[in-house]
DNA sequence: GGCCTGTCTTGACGTCTGTCGAATCAAACA
DNA sequence: TGTTTGATTCGACAGACGTCAAGACAGGCC
């Protein structure tokens, strides 16, 4: 998969090189932002946003559907629809072991999406 | 205004100091994510996301309507509501001289969000 | 095998979002 | 003052989203 090609995918949001310079340097092409948007969309969202951060935190580096269920006062089907809507976004993996789910945040595109927001001490915009 | 606020805002997220660790570190409270999801949500579209690009990435720290518009095939109206969203979103300001309208990034905001995101090396997710 | 527990998928419904055309507002200029 | 140009607001519509109830599936235990 060349570095140069046109449409980036979720593959290349999960590479640990960065695939685009901060925003506040260049301007987004218009297929980077399709690819992107979907990711920041995901977090767009409370309970999703809680969930990324209580995957992402997780002592082991994992959690189980079990553990983040009872954490909010929505449904079973709900929260997995919004872990579905995350492991579509690339921004969490998910692992059946047993009976129950294991989720597991991506750190590669996180560090993607941290690095377009990066704002330069000299940037004008700072 | 206290830091030890319960309840967050707009204003809380322009600040120069991070509001809030990454979220690989610690879950997020409900309130929190509640102030901060908008702000995702404000990027998770293609068109707001070029949009905010072009806006942060602007050579004089800001840039004019009239510039903006022509980049996208979309109406004026369109142009403008999404350019009030990621106002309200807290992501940017406007200011309007003689004719034009000019906007700017603000980047106390954009540094919170990719503070959020941050992964470190040392982090189990990572 | 049969049942139970836990999770995901499907279908449905109300709400929100993105888009546009028309109208409105703000500033400059003749 | 009246006209022109530029940006926003209003009203409307199709499509997407968040939510739940019901059903289906996977794995463990008797």
């Not at 987004?28 to 948007?37: D, F, G, N, S």
């Not at 990711?39 to 983040?68: N, T, Y």
């Not at 089907?77 to 009976?99: C, F, M, Q, W």
């Amino acid at each position: 998969m060349s570095k140069q090609a046109a449409v980036l995918s979720i593959t290349d949001l999960n590479a640990d090189t960065a695939c685009c310079p901060p925003i506040t340097q260049h301007r987004i092409p218009a297929e980077t932002a399709a690819v992107l948007a979907p990711a920041f969309k995901a977090l767009g969202d409370p309970v999703r946003l809680q969930l990324m951060s209580m995957i992402a935190s997780a002592p082991d580096g994992e959690i189980c559907v079990c553990d983040l269920t009872p954490a909010f006062e929505l449904s079973g089907p709900t929260i997995s629809h919004h872990l579905k809507t995350l492991r579509e976004a690339g921004l969490v993996d998910s692992d059946r072991r047993g009976t129950w789910v294991y989720y597991r945040a991506r750190p590669g595109i996180m560090r993607q999406l941290a690095a377009l927001l990066t704002v330069d001490a000299a940037d004008p915009a700072g």
